[in-house]
Nanobody, 122 residues
Framework: QVQLVESGGDSVQAGASLRLSCVAS????????LAWFRQVPGKARDWVAA???????SHGASVESRFAVSQDAAKNILYLQMDTLKPDDTAMYYC????????????????WGQGTQVTVST
């Protein structure tokens, strides 16, 4: 059974940095995609960034100059380094896993973590 456990969320001021972590376990497929999504109450879940297990990464246009996804493959940990945070980045951040190639569609991801809250104040 796949388990995804996020951590690292916090309440910070605009301009600060945070690093989110997602520990993944229980998967058996060799070709997987791990992704970060975020969601605010009342809105759809938005794709933030993703990483193929082999190392290819992609980032959303609104964050690509400030956020960076990476992994510690040996420890099965996905990271999201977030710099120059803005109030608009306030959301619950989720880690998700799918087999095969990465996608930006949340409906294609079968496994999700519980989320970690990021709050950015002015």
């Amino acid at each position: 059974q796949v388990q995804l456990v996020e951590s690292g969320g916090d309440s910070v001021q605009a301009g600060a940095s945070l690093r989110l972590s997602c520990v993944a376990s229980g998967y058996t497929d060799s070709t997987i995609c791990l992704a970060w999504f975020r969601q605010v109450p009342g809105k759809a879940r938005d794709w933030v960034a993703a990483m193929q297990r082999e190392g290819d990464t992609s980032h959303g246009a609104s964050v690509e100059s400030r956020f960076a996804v990476s992994q510690d493959a040996a420890k099965n940990i996905l990271y999201l380094q977030m710099d120059t945070l803005k109030p608009d980045d306030t959301a619950m951040y989720y880690c998700a896993l799918k087999t095969g190639l990465c996608s930006r569609r949340p409906g294609e991801f079968k496994d999700w973590g519980q989320g970690t809250q990021v709050t950015v104040s002015t």
